[in-house]
């Protein structure tokens, strides 16, 4: 392909399959990102002990410790098709890790309750919550990465059948109950982008093969998307675009590989760099402060200690952007971006430098890739899903009945005028949550009542000439 060799190394070594990303070593650190080390669990394939020894020789080739999950009561059979981590403790898996450890497993491991596999992921990934679906029923391999990817800390991608077909339905009850009971690891709703699940030949499985576009993989700032007709490829190629501004998505036909059951990502596992800088930084969301500045924050680390950080903001990036430097105390920096009036779009990215001279930014793509806020009187109001819906709804709100808090979402076909009130039995308006332009997609408010007396509430939507009204129970 004509790629230069300079910063390709090959490592030779006998495999019996090309499945590496379920058996392949797992990058960790330790003492606060200052020992690079692997992780080997016992693969899930008897059949193939020559893929099973690959991370004990990647570990000897770079030198580093390696720690194997092989003896009891830490011998944990895992998969690594079945396993997406956020760096900040969390991880998502299908209950397939739990029947693979239960009684009768055919690996010769011993019985673990869910609370003993949590404690080993703790002790061995560095994992203090890990969530857990329901397995899907034609998926065959039960690997989340076939359906699901973390794109960032907070921002899950989802595949999407159409209404009631294959896997779909159970794919909808996973993502609500991960939206409905978690949040991300900075204690905010996880943003959801939604891709489709492309036909085979018109067919969807089980008489299609299992064409997913989930099964992408990050190398550094371009994202590599398996495609399989063009027809589909183009919708699936513009949604990396829109969700990952800045970098570059390059698509490989998969079409030979996933009657396999696996693309891009099932055949690729990252090595973890050495000595990263670290920068954990929750990003701005859309707000309707338009008087105080707006305080950008983020957790950096090195090993050999952070010389400088700094932020970058614009409001017209063909201008370019204001640079800012960031306050540091207990490795905390900080930074303000100056207040903006209504309607006014904010983009901005952070850059951190180590002592020893390595330069690092968030988003990695930046400048080109950046961070965007919009200043607007639509808060709390978060968008969780792309793409547009075919009609205007109304959910019932989750949970119902509820103590305080609860979820009210809501679809927008079209981009419209759109007020969302809540009253009381008596029909007074107590709440109006918004009453603001917005664009097309699906919408979520979380509404804390610990102000509110128990009882009977309802809430209104009204969108263009859509109108509907349901009720809710507060209980105390």
Request: aromatic share 12%.
């Amino acid at each position: 392909g004509g790629v230069p060799l300079t910063n390709l190394k090959f490592l030779i070594t006998s495999f019996n399959s090309i499945w590496c990303r379920d058996y392949g070593p797992w990058t960790v650190y330790s003492q606060n990102i200052d020992t690079l080390r692997i992780i080997d669990w016992k693969y899930n394939r008897t059949a193939r002990p020559l893929d099973d020894a690959s991370p004990v020789f990647i570990a000897n080739t770079m030198g580093v410790p390696i720690h194997q999950t092989l003896i009891a009561p830490n011998d944990l059979v895992n998969t690594g098709g079945n396993f997406m981590a956020d760096g900040h403790g969390t991880a998502f898996a299908s209950k397939l890790i739990l029947t693979e450890n239960a009684a009768g497993n055919p690996y010769g491991v011993s019985v673990k309750t869910e609370s003993q596999i949590n404690g080993i992921m703790s002790s061995y990934m560095g994992i203090s919550r890990y969530i857990k679906m329901d397995i899907l029923p034609y998926d065959q391999i039960h690997h989340i990465d076939m359906h699901m990817k973390l794109l960032d800390e907070e921002t899950l991608l989802v595949g999407q059948y159409p209404t009631g077909v294959a896997d779909g339905p159970q794919i909808e009850l996973n993502l609500q109950y991960v939206l409905n009971n978690f949040q991300t690891c900075f204690g905010k709703p996880y943003k959801v982008v939604r891709i489709p699940m492309p036909p085979h030949n018109g067919n969807y499985p089980p008489t299609g093969n299992y064409r997913t576009y989930t099964n992408s993989v990050f190398v550094n700032k371009t994202v590599i998307v398996p495609t399989y007709e063009l027809q589909y490829d183009t919708t699936a190629l513009r949604i990396y675009r829109e969700a990952l501004p800045g970098y570059k998505i390059v698509g490989i036909d998969c079409n030979a590989i996933i009657p396999s059951l696996g693309a891009i990502h099932c055949i690729t596992k990252e090595i973890g760099v050495n000595q990263p800088v670290f920068i954990s930084h929750s990003a701005l969301r859309n707000t309707n402060n338009t008087s105080q500045p707006y305080e950008v924050k983020a957790y950096i680390k090195h090993k050999s200690g952070i010389s400088q950080a700094r932020m970058f903001w614009s409001i017209d990036t063909a201008g370019g952007f204001t640079q800012v430097n960031m306050t540091n105390i207990g490795d905390t920096f900080r930074a303000n971006i100056p207040a903006q009036p209504l309607n006014t779009k904010v983009y901005y990215y952070i850059s951190a430098t180590s002592v020893s001279g390595k330069t690092v930014t968030k988003p990695l793509p930046a400048p080109r890739g950046n961070i965007q806020f919009t200043v607007t009187n639509v808060t709390g109001v978060e968008p969780v899903a792309a793409g547009i819906p075919n009609k205007f709804s109304l959910h019932q709100n989750y949970p119902n009945p509820f103590n305080p808090v609860t979820k009210i979402k809501f679809d927008i076909a079209k981009n419209t005028n759109v007020k969302l009130r809540i009253f009381d039995v008596t029909g007074r308006e107590v709440l109006k949550i918004t009453d603001a332009y917005m664009t097309a997609g699906s919408y979520s408010y979380q509404w804390n009542a610990s102000q509110f007396a128990s009882g009977i509430y309802f809430y209104r939507l009204d969108a263009g000439e859509y109108s509907e009204i349901k009720k809710m129970v507060l209980v105390k």
